[in-house]
């Protein structure tokens, strides 16, 4: 067998081999096949309705493509190459495919093209005659009497032009076989003969491959990703060649990219409710008073599989429009896109859309204020930004700058159509110095939709995390703390511990150290990361000032540095917040998170000061005693004949001890949120007090979110408020230079602060005073730990009560023991059946005397229908509820969770506020 194979191995029976690596026989092949595709066509008067002649020509032009490829990744010489080039072969093969209306053919033909453009040789992509050839192949097989194109052959289309546009971008002197502009000197002019040159007339036959790709960027997929790449970087080149930009400026490319964005808009659905799939809603919501909204043919629900559709491919646009102006280096294109991208999308659309909405016609404001914020969130242009918010604000405008005089006729002459195009469409329009978006938000947080108040809160936090500079003079009223005091350390320390107290106060049997450890982390990278705070951590240049790396916006009318600045008690938008969390415990899940967030990202710029809505102002400190007369006398003078090191000293240890005071509180001059929060603690203890066994399901909802949150497949199950990526732990508030100093005098700075509990302190179980060692200021109250509640009926015992009484008479023998576990057992099944009943009962706000309506425990042995402590049929109380708001226990438990969580993460972002910022003074 090996012998025969090696006999016809040299002879001419295996003759493919030879031939493919034979330069001659392989152009040889190249020629017959050639000679014989233009023998098919000509023989053949309609290809479109010959199967077999067409079925003929595809192979024809398949095999010519196949013996292409197959030379290019062999060595040198490339005859096949060479003579395509000579006789430009692919002048017919175009011709064929254009007119085949044969779509086999036509991908074959742009096969054919692709594989003479990836050869690299000849210079294909630079000749003029090619290049016609194939734009006039691409513009006939796209026009509307074409043939439909599949899916494949598109990609393959435009992947080819992308292959052009890549080839441009790093070769600009290949542009002017692509680009006919008028006047082929402007192409070789300078800057100011070719701005005086340019006639202002543009064609599609100028540059066809650019309204080719202009055609696919809305499509989906691999199309769209090259065509919408493609166009970037042609916009890119318009830099290296003014003709090409003064020909965009003037070419409809930023009419159709904002009419094409408007478009997308328009087909969100202008009525919107904020929903879950029925298996995938988070258990936070799973575990309260949530219903599905209600949705018809015209409210659409934000879980529609069709929404998201739209809203991703509007968003995938949008972020075009940003990539865009990335790659823009050319000042007037950018210039011409945001300007239409203003007039058109936004003066146009988005701003009638948010003025026309209502929150009692089915869900427009919901709808718009979501678009708003996905759209704020999206984009991190800084141009883009400004133009939203400057328009929608109602900011004032300013001055154009000496640069904006110097734009080309060509810009001039585009905006002066543009104004004309839009004066023709509207003759009245309102416009936002009548009513902006600060009215709107304004109106909408003081809505009866709960919907509408959520998704507006999540609207302001967006903004403030990571827009801050504009809302400091629109939604917030400010004012400026360059020359306020600093909060000492005793105060801080005070503070944080009241916080911290507020939280243990609420109860549960928890890692709570492990708790506030995650949350200093989380605010830690919210603080790192958050745009204004840039400045604050960067390290500083050698002339001592901060280089900030952000990129600010190129319009004239940006917002001005940030400043050093805190709310004033005044602030409309901090008295609805508050107003907003007066009734904490029988909002939405959804309102209450979203609050949450919008208090955390109020507090998170690092020129926000805390002092006067967070925290005490440090102006109004006031002590019980002056500690100053305390130890040695102060000797300024020497009198005692002290050293100046010793005075020195001296006077150190005098400022520490003053800075380790702490202030003593006065409800009048506290901050009203830290009053809020603390009615929010006593109204737990009156849900304690009326609930039955309210420890106990209390940490049945604890566990079931743990739970919950263990589960590594849904990032939903948790119960924080407001969470971020984990980041690295934060160091403790510095001593500085005092450390040493401190340390001899203080011994317990040696140790960490937290070490032992969250409070800075030993935890002792059961022996907390109702009295606060920090001068009145807690709200401790004596532990409830294996205490029945008080409601419980004097002939019911609880299982903790009964198993308490077992355990001190244990000496009664095993016997006794073994009933006992028997019957702790049974109660336990029996109290763990009455704790859906309670669940499921309604209660309202306590009154401003902290008293509720209390709910009687079930009794156990009856079976008759369900009455209330007065005898009275549960049925009848439906009308009560009705006419007051009331909520269910278990709605009110997660509540009370979800403001536990609160209050640790504020705690959390004071301290972390204090190391990062440097807040604090220590003497």
Known sequence: MDFWSRLIAGTSLAPSKSTANN????????????????????????????????????SSIQELTNILRDETRRPLPHPCITFASEKQVYIPIGKIATTSYDEPIIREGVAFFATLIDSEEEDFVENDAFSKSLTNLLVRITGGNSVPLGSDTEVELVELSFNITTKIRLDPSILPAWFYAHGSDILQGDLADAHEKFTGKTHKEDFPLFYLLIDFIHHEGRTGDFARTGLLYIIEAAS?????????????????????LGALYSQLS????????????????????YQHPRTTHEIVSSASIDFQGHMETFLSHLMFWQDVLNHCKSLEVKSTLLEHFQVIFLQQLLYPSLLESSDVDGGSSVAVLTYLRRILEALDHPDMIHLILHYLLALPDTAMSVADSKISTARKRKSMDLATMMATQIEATSTPALYNLVDLIQASLQSENQQTVSVTLQLVSSILRRHHRYAVTTLLWTSSTLHRPQRTVGAHEQEVDYLLSLAEDIGGDCDFEEIYENHVKDCMGNLESHPCSVVLVAPQSVGGTHKHSGVQATIPGAPRDIQSHTLRPEDPMLKTLLDILATF????IETNLSLTGTFIDLATCGYMRIDGWLLPDPAKYVYDEDEDSEGEVYDPFGLGQKTSTEVQEKTLLREMRKARRTPRWIDVQSPKLLQQLHKLVGQVSSYRSEIPRFEDILQQRRNAFEAAAAVPTSKTMTIQPHTSEPTPQPASPSLNAFDALAQRIFPELATPSRSRSPRGRSSQE??????????????????????????????????????????????QGADEESRSRGVHAGQAAAFSAVDQSILARKMGLPSSQGEIHPIPFPDLTSELPETDRHGRSLLLEKEIIEERKEVSVSHV???????????LELAALVQVRASLFGEIRFT
């Open 23 to 58: 330069p001659e026989k392989r152009l040889v092949r190249f020629k017959q096949e050639y000679n014989r595709l233009l023998t098919l066509w000509r023989a053949t008067i309609n290809l479109s309705k010959d199967n077999d002649a067409a079925e003929n020509v595809r």
């Open 240 to 260: 290296n060649s003014t003709a090409l930009e003064q020909w965009i400026v003037e070419s409809d490319l930023a009419t159709l990219m904002a009419t094409g």
């Open 893 to 903: 438990l997660t509540n009370v969770l979800v403001l536990q969580e609160f209050l």
């Open 766 to 811: 059961g022996q907390r005073s109702g009295s606060s060692p920090n001068g009145g200021y807690g709200l401790g109250t004596p532990s409830r730990r294996g205490i029945a509640p008080p409601q419980l009926p004097m002939g019911l015992e609880s299982p903790s009560g009964r198993a308490s009484r077992d355990a001190s008479t244990s000496s």
């Open 270 to 289: 202008r009525k919107l409710v904020i929903d879950h799939l029925p298996g995938q809603i988070p258990p936070i919501l799973a575990l309260s008073d």
């Open 585 to 588: 415990f029988i909002n939405p």
